[in-house]
């Protein structure tokens, strides 16, 4: 297979097993950089998860709230939304707020980049900070059921930190902000 | 199907589409919570990802090295094992932190939980700190091969803030450890 001189892990064959708008799922049998025989189950998603964190001049920020199908559960989240590719990140975190939340924004910050769930899946994640902002109506796709949230940024941070939100990107994206406050590297 | 009252998604079919040891992928038809027919593609994660910041008296953690699959990337991570399931998350980290780094430890605190990639799996992580630290030697599994590196805490911490460690788990486990040594709540 086309596998780099790089790649210590070896692809004998690759076989497509699901197939949606959002992940392609393709069963593998590789050789690890140990040479040992093995399998793998690799998620592609096709989009890129963005995130943002909007705070008003007042230090306050939005979450995001609906029940998720995969853990059959409410969580509050900041807004998200998925971006195609070949998509700016900027553009759809801009887009996203604005769908979710109605708050477009003069002033952004790219705050981190990660990657969800590596063992099993490519996913790749961009978070924002924005700020400057103004409101509008929101406009949520015919799918999504959301519910939306004026907290103080410090409560949210303070959700993140004693587990009432548990989305990764959220923490991550609040608890950096946190650190980059502390620091003096972001003023509000 | 069998969702629960208060769950506003409606599941009309499951069909499989793809089962390894570690996921299972679902085609599901469903009705969303606005009354719109969608489908989803649910990635059913086995088992509970397992993430560990060892951190011994002079304040000096372990990363673990990988050429990641999923990614083709050789990423820097904390010490991340998987729990099946009914497993003790807290003896799967000891066993992970072992069989990864040789590391032993008699204090442990549970750090965070968090869902990796909640819009199509169902992954469910937890962190630890351990301290009170003992070596000795590890055994890493027959697919796996790590590079184990030494390194300040707040080496590893300026790596997750500066995008040189970019799972998600082991930027929010790391950026929360920073979070709570400001605080006073975690000394070292």
Known sequence: MSDS???PWKTHSIEERYDNPWITVTHREVT?????AGIYGLVHFKNT?????????????????????TLNQYMWEIPEGGGAPGEDNLDVAKRELRE??????????QLLELHTSNSVTDEYAVGFVAQGLSFGDCEPDDTES?????????????MAMDGRITDGLAMAC????????NRGDLVL
Not at 32 to 36: L, Q
Not at 100 to 109: D, K, M, N, P
Not at 174 to 181: A, D, G, P
């Open 49 to 69: 998860a963005v995130g943002v964190v909007p705070i008003d001049d007042d230090g306050n920020t939005w979450l995001v709230g609906q029940h998720r199908y």
């Open 5 to 7: 001189d790089s790649n």
């Open 146 to 158: 959301l519910e939306i949230k004026k907290v103080p940024l410090q409560t949210a941070i303070d």
């Open 174 to 181: 609040l608890f950096k902000i946190q650190l980059l406050i």
């Open 32 to 36: 690890a950089p140990t040479g040992n």
């Open 100 to 109: 979710e939340t109605g708050i477009s924004a003069t002033q952004w910050t």
